[in-house]
């Protein structure tokens, strides 16, 4: 019962996704062919929104529910970022998901996307093996 509001807000984000055609294979192709503003527009809007949330919380010292401080450790740089960020959109434009609106899309019907989500995980999995081997 205790995580039951997480699974409603879940299902709530899920729903939003879906009205707000995020998961759409076909809104996601225009995006990289540049064809429509609509995805950058919501990307952009969660950026902004991202900017002023941290803000708020350095600037008011939000605690979480549990009353501990929320700490924001500062990133380092490094070329892992660049071949990271390729491979992660090259695998969005790829399958025309997004990893965040994969359990969406799994929700909505699609169950084909399950084997993007293993996918997924079993990139994570590998990433994890050569992890110490990589170039960070």
Known sequence: MKNL?????GTLFGFIL???EVISW???QEMFRFQSFHMYGIICSAIVVGMISVFLIKKFNVKTFSG?????????FNKGNIFGGLMFGLGWAMTGACPGPLYAL???????VAVI?????????VYGV??????H
Not at 68 to 76: N, Q, S, T, W
Not at 106 to 112: F, M
């Open 68 to 76: 501990e401080e929320i700490k924001i450790a500062p990133k380092e």
């Open 130 to 135: 050569f992890r110490d081997k990589l170039p």
């Open 5 to 9: 509001k997480f699974l409603f807000l």
């Open 117 to 125: 989500l293993i996918s997924a995980v079993f990139g994570t999995y």
């Open 18 to 20: 879906i009205k707000a």
């Open 106 to 112: 799994i929700g909505s019907g699609l169950l084909i």
């Open 26 to 28: 076909f809104r996601i």
